[in-house]
């Protein structure tokens, strides 16, 4: 006996519905009591109308017992039992036990199967779609009807077998003659000797059907041999518009030909087009970014001018208070206003440089007595020329040309 044994036992008695629960403690020791009840409910619901006695009382009551249940489950279950193992009622009883339980569990389990087979037929048969079985409908219908006539002619038969069966048996004890032998024997040579003539006679019409057969084949022949000479015919002479049709399609290739050409030169020329307007776009922006930048440095240099000519209007405030500074001094501050005109007028990028045609200033010139009154005059012109050029250039007008400065007359006048 082993502990798996045991508890599919156990288990399967409880799925069978045995009345009883089972402890797996019942079997360590010789209980025939209860494998004596096991065996008559397993008895009972193989085939509940079965007559076993129930009485184990005595020894002799036990065994009787015992080799009933062996013989009943091998002559209806075919299940082969071991009495002596059954007689124990220990642990070894339950292996016999087991092959029982196992057929009735299986059985169990197959019709739960079945039963689930079953609802899912009935539920497909509402799905079922009776217009592709029509004929098979009919069909069934005339077997239904052939089945009952055939029936009841089988019917009829075996009621009239009462009078058949005296019929023959009186043919049967009836000597034989051999006059009416003869006579029988006479009548089947005619009857296959007129077979055989109908047979000879069939072969001569088949000859007879091959002649005319050929004949036929003949005919068609000479109709097909006419009916292809008169399609060469056909096909040699040609027809009155055959010339005009093949100019016609000359013209019609010709025509597509130039239209292929032209066509892919159009296609070629717009894909220039396209390729000069992207380049054409990415100038225009080159040249935007550009005037962007060149308008910002217009700025700066705007903004740092006003800066160094404020500077410079304080310095000449100086040189007009020191008016009896020395000459050298007073070069030094001539030659710091034209390298601030210089670059007032080169501020912008692309621009003309405009300056005087003066040499440099001499010491004789210096030395002349209206030398200081023209100093002061020609100081206060090019800050006022200085001015106006600043307030002209602006940074809304950047793209535009700078305008052309003024001559310095005065100052030429002057020197």
Known sequence: ??????????????????????????????????????????????????????????????????????????????????????????????????????????????????????????????????????????????????????????????????????????????????????????????????????TKDMLNNVALDEANLEAKIEKRKLELERSQKRLQTLQSVRPAFMDEYEKIEEQLQKQYSSYLEKFRNLTYMEQLVDDYRKTEQEMFEETANMLRLMQNRLKEEEQHLLKSGTDKDDSDIEIQEDEGSDSEVEDRQIMKQRTTTETLLQGRAGTRIVGTMQGEDTEEDEDSGDSEIDLDEDEDDEEDDIEDNSMEISPSKSGHRARKPEPLEESDNDF
């Open 1 to 198: 006996m082993s502990f798996r044994d045991l508890r599919n036992f156990t288990e399967m008695m409880r799925a069978l519905g045995y009345p009883r629960l089972i402890s797996m403690e019942n079997f360590h020791t010789p209980n025939f009591m209860l494998v004596s009840e096991v065996l008559l409910w397993l008895v009972k619901r193989y085939e509940p109308q079965t007559d076993i006695p129930p009485d184990v009382e005595t020894e002799q009551d036990r065994v009787f017992f015992i080799k009933a249940v062996a013989q009943f489950m091998a002559t209806k279950a075919h299940i082969r039992l071991n009495t002596k193992k059954l007689y124990q009622a220990d642990g070894y009883a339950v292996k016999e036990l087991l092959k029982v339980t196992s057929v009735l569990y299986s059985a169990m389990n197959t019709k739960g199967v079945e039963r689930a087979d079953v609802s899912e037929d009935d539920s497909s048969k509402f799905k079922f779609d009776l217009g592709s079985k029509i004929a098979d409908l009919k069909a069934a219908r005339q077997l239904a009807s052939e089945i009952t006539s055939k029936g009841a002619s089988l019917y009829d038969l075996l009621g009239k077998e009462v009078e058949l069966r005296e019929a023959r048996t009186a043919s049967i004890a009836r000597p034989l003659e051999i006059n009416e032998a003869e006579k029988m024997m006479k009548i089947a040579i005619d009857c296959v000797l007129e077979q055989v003539q109908k």
